[in-house]
């Protein structure tokens, strides 16, 4: 039986990262992934300056800036105006107060650049269709055992297996969320040409009833990446993320006299996925997170609603706090894993929990409805350039 200096589980943009961390500190590292392939249909995602900034630490930014879109504007709608509430540049602007820059980018492809350059070190082994089923865990060091009756010995194990994490199940015995409070529809369509009044330059949100609307540029601006979040919920055993659904199983939530652009939009295409968003309390303590020398990463240690954009960020910010503590702790001896994951955990939790409590929070304000749907357009109106540009989030930390 091999025997690694960590192990990380789950392959996805948090263990990659993570992977491509302890990389530069010539550690033996396994990576296992439960999945026989990667999947490369997925949704966009947006990465804000404290994103770009951990990339841009992690060697990593110059290869995601070549496959990115550069927004333009954050613009927000009621659905039943075409004139907006509030809007903020991005582009030049956030590239000169934050010093790194706002992207959007399909999520696959930042994810096959991350594989991609792993692949190319060649210093991870990096395992397909193995998916952990049981973890021993020794003074020493730990096994994990998976459903093909492998096994892999290591001093440290970071989970980076999602929402659904069986690291975290095993060893923290935490529940995976159960209850879905929502519905997300996605979508792509391509994005007219430059000369075209109609092209798509920026992000923008729609706020309605019980539901809002997100649709930004991808694949370098040739596409236009949307989501429609609603309240309706659906038989949760009967669909994961990528559930083919037509137009028609939500477009009478949106109602009628709908802003101009979101309609040209919506009527391009009727194929939509629909997938369902879990509702799940903010971390509280560390020890959720970490366990002697476990710790969890991304999604596993910190789920998040989608209605901050920050679910890939948080996950880089992950690793390069990873990074950090490597670094603090010299590997002039055998890594302390213990106090390692430990002193990340404490430098994470209070940002994560900020971040995953301004998601929930983001989410019932943009479906307000009646009476507190006409005071959050005034307030948005009146306060929307404060209320946009999100200092506190994407301004660096170390």
Known sequence: MPFFDISIVGAGISGLSAALVLEKFQLKTVLLEKSKNFSYQGAGIQLGP??????FKMDLLQK????????????VYDLKGNKPLSQIPLGKTILKKYKFPYLTILRSDLHKILEEELIKKNKTILIKNSKITSIKNDKNYITLFDENGKNYKSQ????????????KQLTFKKPTPKISDSTAFRTKIKNPPCNKSNKLKGVTVWLSNNCHIVAYPISKGNEINIVVV???????NNFGWSYPCKLNDFRYLLGKNLNKEISMILEQTTHWFRWPLFFYNPIKNINEMTSNSIVLMGD????????????????LEDSLQLMYELKK?????????????????????KRV??????SITNGRIFQLNGILRILRNFSIKLFGRY????????????
């Open 50 to 55: 404290n994103g770009t900034h951990a990339l």
């Open 64 to 75: 995601v800036y070549r496959e990115s879109f550069i927004p333009e504007y954050l613009r």
């Open 156 to 167: 440290a194990l970071i989970g980076c297996d999602g929402i659904w994490s069986n690291i």
């Open 230 to 236: 609603t309240k309706q919920t659906f038989d949760n």
């Open 300 to 315: 596993a240690a910190h789920p998040m609603k989608p209605h901050l954009a920050q679910g890939a960020c948080m996950a």
């Open 329 to 349: 702790n010299k590997l002039n001896k055998e890594p302390d894993w213990n106090n390692i994951f430990y002193s990340l955990s404490r430098k994470r939790i």
């Open 353 to 358: 929990q900020k971040v995953q409590q301004k």
């Open 387 to 398: 209320l946009l540009d999100q200092k506190w989030l994407f301004k660096n930390f170390s």
